[in-house]
Nanobody, 119 residues
Framework: QVQLEESGGGLVQPGGSMTLSCEAS??????????MGWYREIPGKQRELVAA???????NYEDSVKGRFTISRGREGNTVYLQMNNLKPEDTAVYYC???????????WGQGTQVTVSS
C-alpha cells in the first residue's frame, strides 16, 4: 500500500513562491506510482488537477498554472515536487499529492496541505 507524506504549504504573499514535496513509501509496485502529481481543492469547487508527471517525465498541467508552476520527480522516482512561483490569491487551496498508474487514474491521495496566498 502506497503511503504519501507531504511537506510544504503555509502562508505566502501574492507574487511569492513556495515548494511542495511528497514522498511515496510502503510496499508497492512501481506501476502504482508511475504518475505522481498534485490536485487542489478550492473552497466551493471540485478538486482539480494542478500538475502531474509520469516516471518518463511526461507532464500535464492545469492551464492556469502553466508558466508559473513546475513539477519534477526525484531521481529514485518516489518523490514529487511542485515549485510554485508568482502565486496568486486564487491559488489558495488544499493541495493533495496523488499517485496512480496513468493520467486520470488516482490510486492514492495524500492527506492534503493548505496553501494560502494572501497579503
Amino acid at each position: 500500500q502506497v503511503q504519501l507524506e507531504e511537506s510544504g504549504g503555509g502562508l505566502v504573499q501574492p507574487g511569492g513562491s513556495m515548494t511542495l514535496s511528497c514522498e511515496a513509501s510502503g510496499g508497492f509496485f512501481s506501476t502504482e506510482i508511475y504518475v505522481m502529481g498534485w490536485y487542489r481543492e478550492i473552497p466551493g469547487k471540485q478538486r482539480e488537477l494542478v500538475a502531474a508527471m509520469t516516471r518518463d517525465k511526461i507532464t500535464n498541467y492545469e492551464d492556469s498554472v502553466k508558466g508559473r508552476f513546475t513539477i519534477s520527480r526525484g531521481r529514485e522516482g518516489n518523490t514529487v515536487y511542485l515549485q510554485m512561483n508568482n502565486l496568486k490569491p486564487e491559488d489558495t487551496a488544499v493541495y493533495y499529492c496523488i499517485t496512480g498508474p496513468q493520467f486520470g487514474t488516482i490510486g492514492v491521495w495524500g492527506q492534503g496541505t493548505q496553501v494560502t496566498v494572501s497579503s
